[in-house]
Every structure is written in C-alpha cells, then in structure tokens.
C-alpha cells in the first residue's frame, strides 16, 4: 500500500488566490512527522513546511499552512494568494518514528501551475 | 541555498561505466542521505550516513555503493551503469540520525545522470 498518496497529478489556480494540495498517509506508527517540499523547474528541492504527529496546532509558515486533520490522516497543504514563482511540483513527505535511520517517504507529487 | 553542495550537476555516461557523486553537508550536519529521482520510480531513499557510519538502508542497488568521510562529505558511487539508473540524484543532510521526527532534511541541487 502507498504511504503517501497525492491525488492531483496537476492543478491551476488563479494568481492571488488560495489553493489547497491534498496529501494523505498511512502509518501504523503513532509517532510521525509529516514534510512538504517544493521543486521548481531547476530541480532543487526546497523544504517548505512540517507537521509532527503530536503537534496540536496545524504549522504554518508565511504564505504555507498546513491543514493536518490525523482521524482523517491527511495533511494539505495550503498555499495563500499564490505567486507565479509557486508554479512548482510540490512533495509531501513522511518520517516515521519506528525507522532506523531518517528517511522520508514520499508522494508521487502534485505539479502546481499559477496563472497570470 | 539549502547550504547543501553536490557536484557535479551533469553527468552523461556510457552503460557499463562507473561514476561517483559528492555531497558536502551543511554546517553542523551529521547525517547524509541519498535519494533517487526518476520517472517511473518517483523519490526513492537509498542510504543514510551518520557521523560515518552507515544508519539506514533503503532501495539500493547493490552495483551502488556510499560512504561518509571523517569531514562528513559523502560519495555514491555507482557502477556497471545501465540506462535505467538514469535518474535525478539528491544529497540531502540534517542535524541528527533520527531521534526525532522533526529531523529537516535539506537538500541538495541534485546531480542529474544520463546513462546512454
């Protein structure tokens, strides 16, 4: 079974508006923490935002939120009034407690196209 | 900049053909991980390294092989190259090994293969 599942393989969104990027994960570990990454077209992947099992506050950052509901086990990410440069593939990550080292888990990706 | 150096960017092989990757951490980071990027197999974790010693194993090849060195640079060396190692190849590098799942991993540009 897929850890984590990003369903939108691509999406629009109007410049200035709000968009939200679903993600949803599977794990039987009650101690995990969840990572959002952004890869432009260059192809770096640039951290954006995390989100632990524990935390009771959804975590945001600057222009990011992220919308952690764990009985429903989704974290989305929410980008507000987005830029041009937010025109990115977008990676939702997951780091369970239980594994030895740190590895993260990762979506297939959301491409996220803002129009003028 | 994620403060994290990996050289070359490009690399264009034959089949057959060995080639090493370099990683240089961040500042102050322990742990260095591997990751593989590619069409059909999205992100894949490969290896983790801390403070020297391996920590953790993912999907990797056994024609792969890494090491970190006492200055916490880090190589992946790949050989009997075949054209589906052509992937994206990312360093990534953090504070600790994993006791905590708030471990960021930053990473790096990438070193893009081509195995022709």
């Known amino acids: 079974a897929q850890k984590i599942t990003q369903t939108q393989p691509g999406m629009f969104v109007q410049e200035k508006e709000a968009v939200t990027l679903d993600c949803t994960y599977d794990?039987?570990?009650?101690?995990?923490?969840l990572f959002w990454y952004k890869q432009p077209s260059s192809g770096e992947m640039i951290f954006l935002i995390y989100?632990?099992?524990?935390?009771?506050q959804n975590a945001t950052e600057g222009r990011y939120s992220l919308n952690f509901q764990k009985a429903r086990k989704s974290a989305n990410l929410v980008i507000s009034a987005s830029q041009l440069g937010d025109s990115a593939m977008y990676f939702c990550?997951?780091?369970?407690?239980?594994?030895?080292?740190?590895?993260?888990?990762f979506g297939g990706g959301t491409r996220l196209m803002v129009k003028p | 900049d994620s403060g994290v150096t990996q050289t070359p960017k490009h690399l264009i092989t034959a089949t057959g053909q060995r080639v090493t990757l370099r990683c240089s951490p961040r500042?102050?980071?322990?742990?260095v991980y591997w990751y593989q990027q590619s069409l059909d197999q999205g992100l894949q974790f490969l290896i983790q390294?801390?403070?020297?010693?391996?920590?953790a194993k993912g999907n990797i090849l056994e024609r792969f092989s890494a090491q970190q060195f006492p200055d916490l640079h880090s190589e992946l060396n790949l050989s009997s190259l075949e054209l589906g190692d052509s992937a994206l190849y990312f360093c990534?590098?953090?504070?600790?090994?994993?006791?905590?799942?708030?471990?960021?991993?930053?990473f790096g540009a990438g070193t893009r293969l081509s195995v022709l």
């Open positions: 500042s102050g980071d322990l742990s």
């Open positions: 990534a590098s953090s504070v600790e090994g994993g006791t905590s799942t708030k471990n960021i991993q930053y």
């Open positions: 990550a997951m780091r369970e407690f239980n594994n030895a080292g740190n590895m993260l888990t």
């Open positions: 794990t039987s570990d009650p101690s995990y923490g």
């Open positions: 390294y801390y403070n020297g010693e391996e920590r």
């Open positions: 989100q632990g099992s524990y935390d009771q």
